[in-house]
């Protein structure tokens, strides 16, 4: 049973990892119904960025978190308004922009190496890890604020596109960008606006994975974004709380079928329960029912 | 002149790849990322036969190609109830799947691959040259080249073009929809899984990391850089994007950074085609990737 209740902790750190990214990256989604790749090099290179702040220049932790937070959200907005924007502008289908956004993904990501060197380099603030002991299951206190992280912004992110007015506004935008232009709502603004809050929550999560993994590197981005997208699609599209939930449950999988199955597997699992949730429950698990998927 | 013998193997085996992709994306509007997992199922079979069973060119060709057509069956089938994205990420979902099989299994040599693979042998003759390997590559180019043409310029292209701008108007004419993107997938399969059957003959080896969701991404740029639905434009775009990184050897670029200055050159490709000329090089016309 103790073998299970770490699997079950280990599970919900996973779980609220890409619960983090999947709540970016829907939110994204939600406001330009773009599926943003780039959003890992946003994250990757942000935590490069934090990594040079507080090791190189000795910043502390809060600057190097801050730079990570900062490069982040310039990157992103960058993005938006240099890439996705014009190609809305010139009525170009989002499956396009979904494509421009791997190569996207792919410049930051290669770029971050040249930059950096392609071998992986440790993120530590020094000292040991606070390690917490509760009956026979281990976790660290990095750990603990992913976790504790991940809820508190799932709450406050689902009550924001729920209840208030900007969140509502950016929803609508989604569902309808030219319905929403012409009730006067600054679509432009708003997107940006995503784009900024979206990859900040990036820039955040980069360095708190980072430090609580203890390395980084060039290519840490791309799992992680596939893994997002997994989440969001097996959550339900164009919610950002069954981003999140969607994130929980395959981080859970993952982690109790290492029970049975080799964890070698876990990306080819992975992939298998998204087309099995793409095929028989579109709409995915927390969703709404809609028809937007199939032929 | 080895080296000019392996770059132009090189752009014989990619420009099948990339035609065959074209009439997915270019002519019917599929856009699917398995297409390196099917060049490595065709890869694998090779291998396997050549290293256990027979390394005769022809039987190679026929079960590398029978095999991609199975797996691309298995692609196909579900992701062709999907529409656009959703057809892009389930085609993502089973690349991955694939490559997580090469390199996982036991039999296919996980990371690193498959080597000692055996010349192989047309009609008793051992093909053994890197020269005549090129021509192996360049007759099965070609080969795919041709029937491509072939298929664009008669009715059944005209169709798939139909498909690509209105599926419902094609439907309504009473033509599945569905059969024609399949015998499309099928086809290009073929040809994916035969580029991996002379891959491996050329090396005389395999390592799974060419087969990855990278390189389905290259392959796609290719198509677009090329421009979707033109045959010259991929093979254009084939000779350019593969000879330009190699003069990054004649330009004192530390060899540190040039296989990352060679994806950022990629990266950037892919991203100024998408954003500023979606016709590609030698595009059909503008709108073709909407």
């Known amino acids: 049973m103790s073998v299970f209740a770490q699997f079950a902790v280990n599970g919900t750190v996973a779980g609220s990892v890409y619960a ?37 220049f000795k910043l502390g932790i809060v600057g190097g978190f801050l730079a990570a937070l900062v490069s982040a959200a310039a990157i992103g907005v960058l993005i938006n308004i240099l890439l996705y924007e ?64 991940a809820a508190a912004l799932a709450i406050a992110l689902w009550s924001f596109f729920r209840h208030m007015r900007l969140g509502i506004a950016l929803r609508a935008m989604g569902n309808d960008p030219e319905l929403a232009e012409v009730v006067g709502m600054p679509a432009r603004r708003l997107r940006n606006i995503s784009f900024i809050v979206a990859s900040a929550l990036a820039g955040i999560s980069a360095m708190l994975i980072g430090l609580n993994v203890g390395i980084i590197d060039f290519n840490m981005g791309n799992d992680i974004i596939l893994m997002a997208t997994i989440a969001m699609i097996i959550g339900g599209l164009g919610n950002v709380g069954a981003a999140a939930g969607g994130g929980f449950v395959l981080g859970m999988i993952q982690n109790i079928a290492i029970w049975k199955i080799e964890s070698k597997w876990q990306m080819a699992l992975s992939f298998a329960i998204l087309i099995v949730v793409l095929l028989f429950r579109p709409s995915g698990l927390f969703g709404e029912q809609r028809p937007a998927v199939s032929v | 002149m080895e080296y000019f013998i392996y770059i132009g193997t090189l752009i014989a085996l990619y420009t099948t790849l990339t035609i065959s992709l074209n009439l997915l994306v270019g002519f019917t509007g599929l856009i699917s990322i398995a297409q390196a997992g099917i060049y490595g199922i065709g890869a694998y079979v090779t291998a396997l036969l050549a290293l256990h069973v027979t390394h005769d060119l022809l039987i190679s060709f026929v079960l590398a190609s029978i095999a991609g057509v199975l797996v691309s069956l298995v692609v196909a089938l579900p992701s062709l109830r999907l529409k656009n994205e959703y057809f892009l990420i389930a085609t993502m979902g089973f690349q991955a799947i694939i490559f997580s099989l090469f390199m996982n299994l036991e039999i296919t040599g996980g990371a690193s691959g498959l080597y000692g693979v055996p010349h192989p042998t047309l009609f008793g003759y051992t093909i053994r040259t890197g020269w005549e390997k090129f021509l192996l590559a360049a007759v099965l180019a070609a080969t795919c080249y041709l029937l491509a043409l072939r298929i664009a310029n008669a009715p059944f292209g005209r169709l798939l073009r139909a498909v690509r701008e209105d599926q419902t108007a094609v439907a309504s004419f009473g033509k599945s929809v569905f059969r024609i993107k399949l015998s499309v997938f099928v086809f290009s399969a073929v040809f994916a899984a035969a580029a991996g059957t002379v891959y491996v003959y050329s090396l005389t080896a395999l390592d799974p990391v060419a087969f990855a969701l990278d390189e389905s991404i290259f392959i796609i740029t290719l198509v677009i850089v090329g421009g979707t639905g033109s045959l010259n434009g991929s093979v254009f775009a084939v000779a350019l994007l593969i000879v330009l990184p190699e003069t990054f050897k004649f330009l004192a670029i530390p060899e540190a950074i040039a296989p990352q200055l060679r994806q950022v050159l990629y990266g950037l490709l892919l991203v100024f085609f998408t954003r500023y000329r979606r016709q590609g090089l030698i595009g059909e016309y503008r709108d073709a990737l909407k």
């Open chain 1, 20 to 56: 983090l990214i999947a709540l970016g990256f829907a939110m994204i989604f939600t406001a330009s119904r773009v599926f943003h790749f780039a959003h890992g090099g946003v994250y990757t290179l942000a935590a490069f960025a934090g990594y040079t702040a507080m090791v190189t």
């Open chain 1, 86 to 149: 014009p190609m809305k502008t010139g009525g170009v289908s989002p499956l396009v922009a979904m494509i421009a956004s791997f190569g996207v993904l792919i410049i930051i990501t290669h770029v971050t190496a040249m930059i950096w060197g392609s071998n992986p380099v440790v993120l530590s603030r020094g000292g040991q890890a606070t390690i917490y002991r509760l009956g026979s299951v281990y976790t660290t206190d990095a750990q603990l604020t992913i976790i504790g992280l």
